[in-house]
């Protein structure tokens, strides 16, 4: 690295940002960085303009769950999963927040269905996870 190379510096985040296409960038951007409270502020604001975007919608979920707000969690993973039943994230998401909430038998099913529709190792390592647990 010499004197003229660029330093890339992360973006700037304005919470109170309300494009929906721009808001949804901040809010991934937000949670990887592991700032849910401020992605749920950007979500939040983007969401009164529009109210249906499942994209937003499942970062609002993916906030909640980082912030182990799981009843909240739960009621938009459930409306997402019945919107769109074959959306495997969102519906492993539902499985998981159950578990978190210790509601085993309603969540392996989710699980599995999750797992049976990714193939994914983390969703099948999730359904020998709770299986395990609901033996022992």
């Given amino acids: 690295m010499n004197e003229f190379d660029e330093i890339a510096a992360p ?3 304005f919470p109170g940002q ?11 951007d937000l949670i990887e960085r592991r700032s849910p409270k ?3 502020e950007v979500i939040e604001a983007a969401l009164e303009i529009e109210p249906a975007d499942r994209g937003l919608r499942s970062l609002r979920a993916w906030a909640y769950l980082k912030r182990a707000q799981l009843n909240k969690a739960e009621a938009e993973l459930r409306a ?3 919107e769109v039943p074959d959306d495997d994230w969102a ?4 499985g998981r927040a159950l578990e978190r909430q210790n509601r ?5 099913p989710h699980l599995r269905l999750a797992y049976a529709m990714s ?3 983390d969703h099948g390592a999730a359904v020998l996870r ?3 647990f609901l033996s022992s």
């Fill in 130 to 132: 709770v299986e395990r």
């Fill in 104 to 108: 085993l038998a309603e969540a392996l």
């Fill in 119 to 121: 193939g994914e190792y």
């Fill in 91 to 94: 519906r492993h998401a539902l």
């Fill in 11 to 13: 973006a700037i985040v």
């Fill in 18 to 28: 309300r494009a929906p296409e721009r808001a949804y960038a901040t809010a991934y």
């Fill in 80 to 82: 997402l999963v019945e």
């Fill in 38 to 40: 401020e992605a749920l």
